[in-house]
């Protein structure tokens, strides 16, 4: 996976929020550093957090969080 260090720092305060509420792995195993100028422009990283992954849009208490190269978090 690669990140920005933008991304680095908002995964990281999504998992000191996140990590002892959710089932859902936060940090990646493996990864690397890009400049956000290598990034692809329009990707963003997401990472689930809260109760499982809904089926539908109408259930569940999970909640999709967009973290963006410049770490900008989005739901």
Avoid: C
């Avoid at 690669?2 to 002892?20: C, D, I």
């Avoid at 290598?38 to 999970?62: C, L, N």
């Amino acid at each position: 996976m690669k990140l920005t260090m933008h991304q680095l720092g908002a995964l990281f305060k999504v998992y000191e929020r996140w990590q002892n509420k959710t089932p859902h792995a936060i940090m990646p195993m493996e990864f690397e550093i890009v400049t956000i100028e290598e990034y692809r422009k329009g990707d963003y990283i997401g990472v689930w957090v809260g109760g499982p992954v809904p089926q539908s849009r109408d259930h569940g208490g999970a909640l999709y969080l967009g973290i963006e190269s410049d770490g900008h978090t989005h739901s």
